[in-house]
């Protein structure tokens, strides 16, 4: 383990960090990170899909310090993606390699795939409560997991930001290597990246032109990292062969109902075993699970699901020729991130954006007036004031009575999605 922390922890003996790991660009979430880490003394935890930049963000942090000028041997970071460890261990070896009494002195700890370590919930809170010298940063690549562990175990104790793949507004800024912040006025440099943003959306990917090499890599490193991995070296009894059916079956039939008695049958597996595996395959964030919305909880429970994959690019890996309908209704749903869709009697509403208030919000290339009955069917019932209709035109809006039907373009929800 000496060798690892040496390798790992290189400003022990440069003071610097390179900028292959700490980059330049800084993706829109980290101000609110790195304001977080330094004003809080709470656990900062960072959760996201796989290679989606949530080490390089801790490296920017670890930056960050070796700013203020603090010695950067109270600077410690570990992967459990390289080793598992138990974290006195880590702390003790730690300790003999650069003589800081980690008991005492102030230390800032980074402790990246964390969900590798059993029950890294409990070991934390040990040293969050009893060190309070310990400035703790944790990430893991299975989120949901993650967050579940850190409320049952770390409640008031950390706050938590989820780590997305990249936006269009970023993947551009990226691409171009210059400030994109105006939707009006680079719409023309947003549409010529569009069709390279949907298959790559992962930093490490901007200037890769070889599209099966962007697909090996989703592939192998995303994707069967996942499956092969992080889900059976967290789980008991999983089926390997289960969950990449059931993937290759999700990145086809893009926002597919999904009847877990029926699907059961047709696969041959019980259909708790079934539930368990959509669990870890959402928990690991390659697919997204969208309720049918009702305003009972129970009655919710009990309807059919939508199954999206987390993003649109980690179909093309498997399925190139996607239609259009597809790819914007997955685009959508990552950008607005909700969890909610509407079906009844044979009307359907694509999403529904439910937090303070209910938006609903359809999908389409373009608009029909015969289209937009379903989302009026929902306001008028429902007595919601605002409906979004997303589509690839300008941006309007249309009254109906009371109500307003607000038309968005896609390519401005993936650059920025503020509708209240």
Known sequence: ???????????????????????????KI?????????????????????????????????????????????????????MIKEPMEIFEEYSKITKVDWRKEK??????????????????????????NLKICVSGSA?????SEAIKNLAGRFFSFEVRPLTLQEFAELYFKKKIDNFE?????????????????????IEWKDQSKVNAYIRELVIEKVLKSDIPSIFKNVNVNLLSTLVEIFMKDVGTVVDIT?????????????????????????????????????????????????????SFCFYPELSKGQIFECLVLSAIDTNRYWR??????????????????????????SELKNLVWFMEKYNVKKGVLAYTG??????????????????KILFDFKIS
């Open 1 to 27: 383990m000496k060798e690892l922390l040496i390798t790992l922890n290189e400003w022990w003996e440069t003071g610097t960090i390179s900028k292959e790991k700490a980059k330049e660009y800084k993706r």
């Open 30 to 82: 980290f101000n609110e990170i790195k304001e977080t880490f330094f004003n809080y003394k709470q656990i900062l935890v960072l959760v996201g899909l796989r290679r989606v930049g949530k080490t390089t963000i801790i490296y920017q942090l670890i930056e960050e310090i070796l700013k203020k000028r603090i010695d950067p041997k109270k600077i410690l970071y570990f992967t459990f993606d390289e």
């Open 107 to 132: 230390i800032f700890v980074f402790f990246d795939e964390i969900h590798k370590l059993k029950n890294w919930s409990s070991k934390i809170k040990i040293l969050y409560d009893n060190l309070p």
């Open 143 to 147: 989120s949901v997991m993650v967050e």
């Open 185 to 205: 006025l680079y719409e023309s440099k947003l549409k010529m990246v569009f069709d390279e943003y949907i298959r790559k959306p992962f930093p490490e990917l």
């Open 262 to 314: 029926s699907l059961s049958k047709d696969l041959g597996v019980h259909k708790l075993t079934l539930a368990r595996h959509l669990e870890f395959l959402e928990f690991s964030k390659l697919i997204k699970i969208v309720k049918n919305f009702r305003p009972s909880i129970r009655a919710e429970s009990r309807k059919l699901r939508k199954i999206y994959p987390y993003h649109i690019s980690l």
């Open 344 to 369: 009844e009697n044979g009307k359907e509403v694509d999403f529904l954006k439910t937090n303070e208030k209910i938006i609903p919000i359809e999908v389409k290339e373009r608009i029909k007036k």
């Open 394 to 411: 300008r941006e309007d809006l249309l009254k109906i009575g009371n109500k307003t039907i607000l038309f968005y373009p896609i390519l």
